[in-house]
Nanobody, 122 residues
Framework: QVRLVESGGGLVQPGGSLSLACAASGFRFNPYSMAWFRQAPGLERQFVLA???????RYGDPAKGRFTITRDNAKNTVYLHMSRLKPEDTAVYYC????????????????WGQGTQVTVSS
């Protein structure tokens, strides 16, 4: 059974930092590219950033200059490190896996997690 389980969400003040983790199981993690998307209420799911099995990265607009992505293939886990958070970063953050590379098209992702809420507020 394929599972992607996100963790680490919560409430953070503007300007703060937060790291999310996504633990994968039920499929061979290493060949897949992993990505983070986010979805705020009333908006479409938005690409944040992705990483290939060889640590190549693709950054979406929300991530540039503030977020980074890493993966630990030994632990089947991908991480999202966020800094200088803004209220507009408030969203449910989803982890996803793709066999097609580190791409921004959400329709090309094979597996999805259930999401974790990140709220940026004072």
């Amino acid at each position: 059974q394929v599972r992607l389980v996100e963790s680490g969400g919560g409430l953070v003040q503007p300007g703060g930092s937060l790291s999310l983790a996504c633990a994968a199981s039920g499929f061979r993690f290493n060949p897949y590219s992993m990505a983070w998307f986010r979805q705020a209420p009333g908006l479409e799911r938005q690409f944040v950033l992705a990483i290939t099995e060889t640590d190549g990265t693709r950054y979406g607009d929300p991530a540039k200059g503030r977020f980074t992505i890493t993966r630990d293939n030994a632990k089947n886990t991908v991480y999202l490190h966020m800094s200088r958070l803004k209220p507009e970063d408030t969203a449910v953050y989803y982890c996803a896996a793709s066999e097609y590379g580190a791409i921004s098209d959400r329709n090309s992702y094979n597996y999805w997690g259930q999401g974790t809420q990140v709220t940026v507020s004072s």
